[in-house]
């Protein structure tokens, strides 16, 4: 990590948090690539919390030992480390957080002990975020460690806290098929929504054969008669008849073959390319003409960036503001468009009024970080200091360069 661009960044969560503490814990959670609902991410750590608030209690006896502060200290050590700091909870770190705290539980041996159950949810996380090998053998260390405190200290119950210990890496191991299961349903839906879109272009297809070869097959029939009419008879009237239904139809072909194509695409019909960096400074225009503050700085060259990633970056800012027209039209926004070898990073900050307006639930976040996703970017939009955050990034790799 570099320290020199990490620090301020901490110190802007540290900001947040102590002025939006919830918003921006839950905004926390929902970063972490586990791919799990913030819920029942905060219903695995309140377990772990009543086990320990329940196994602190039992040691009332030894206070003033630091023992069951540590214990719980190391069972919430790291949720706020990410919160505060971004670094992202490791399988490895919170394994070693649950042995640490139910050591220091455990040191400290009372009748019927809730301390082992700690063991007993430190296994369900694991082994709900890392692969099953890894999980099996993290779940065989904590059975190490509930025998050698048996074998050491007046401990009985060692079958039932076992038993526990397995019970919570069967939790965890069906937490990861829910998800695998989960990918798997996207992805079937992402086949299905391809094959009917495959069958409607047939369709379409089918439909423009039938309107052409009808309507050509009709005209050519008019234009025959008109040449025959001109040809044999000499009769001007009844060939200029024959050449207005010829038109006629002709028109009317083409009026079918627009209506029946547009059904491809429900976006107004243009040759116009897709927009990409090298006009983002003409979007920011448009905003500051329709009256938003904006300060707005770019550095580094565009051209490195991809068609891709530079209409991925457009977008998620024409979002950004257009959120800021409708929930904070008063505020003042701060654009930062920054590109290198390595990375092309994209920041919209704006303050928010006291009241900001609110225009209902929309997809607009959802969308910009599907966005992101799917080109290996990462975006965090939320509250940041006293007003409101988007920063994105994208990795600027050799073969999005162009190079081989």
């Known amino acids: 990590m570099d320290v020199t661009h990490a620090t301020p960044r901490i110190r802007e969560r540290i900001r947040a948090f102590v002025r ?74 919170l394994g070693a957080a649950g042995l640490a705290a139910a050591a220091a539980f455990l040191l400290q041996p009372v009748p019927a002990d809730f301390a082992p159950f700690v063991l007993v949810v430190a296994v369900g996380q694991v082994s709900a975020i890392t692969s099953r090998r890894v999980s099996i053998a993290f779940g065989l260390v904590a059975v190490a460690e509930l025998i050698g405190f048996v074998l050491a200290g007046p401990y009985e119950g060692l ?17 990861q098929h829910q998800r695998r299961y989960l990918y798997q349903e996207r992805e079937y839906q992402e086949i299905r929504a391809v094959r009917a879109a495959d069958a409607e272009r047939g369709r379409i297809a089918r439909e423009v054969h039938d309107v052409i070869a009808h309507s050509l097959s009709v005209t050519l029939l008019h234009l025959t008669a008109a040449r025959h009419s001109l040809q044999t008879d000499r009769d001007v009237d009844e060939a200029v008849a024959a050449l207005t239904d010829a038109e006629r139809l002709g028109r009317q072909a083409m009026a079918d073959i627009r209506r029946t194509i547009g059904l491809l695409d429900a976006r107004p019909a243009g040759s116009a390319p897709e927009p990409g960096l090298a006009d983002f400074t003409d979007l920011v225009g448009d905003f500051v003409r329709a009256g938003l503050r ?4 770019a550095t580094g060259e565009v051209a490195v960036v ?12 024409q979002e950004s503001l257009a959120n800021v027209v409708k929930h904070a039209p008063d505020s003042t926004v701060r654009v930062r468009l920054g590109v290198d070898a390595a990375l092309a990073e994209l920041t919209v900050d704006n ?30 939009a939320g509250p940041r200091g006293t ?14 360069l162009g190079v081989r």
């Open 351 to 380: 303050t928010l009024p006291a009241r900001p307006t609110r225009t209902g639930r929309g997809m607009g976040l959802s969308g910009m970080r599907r966005r992101a996703e799917l080109l290996g970017g990462r975006i965090v």
């Open 20 to 93: 939006h503490p919830v918003a921006t814990f839950y905004a926390a959670l929902e970063e972490l690539p586990y791919d799990y609902p913030p819920a029942l991410i905060l219903l695995s750590d309140a377990a772990a919390g009543v086990v320990g608030i329940v196994a602190s209690a039992q040691r009332a006896g030894y206070w003033p030992t630091p023992l069951p502060v540590l214990a719980m200290v190391l069972l919430f050590f790291s949720l706020p480390l990410f919160c505060l700091s971004g670094l992202l909870p490791h399988p490895i770190s």
């Open 294 to 297: 904006v300060d707005y700085a």
């Open 306 to 317: 991809s068609p891709a990633v530079g209409l991925a970056l457009y977008r998620i800012g």
């Open 387 to 400: 007003g409101w955050s988007v920063r994105v990034r994208f990795p600027l790799v050799p073969a999005r």
């Open 159 to 175: 079958p039932m806290y076992c038993g526990g210990v397995v019970l919570g890496w069967l939790v965890g191991v069906m937490l």
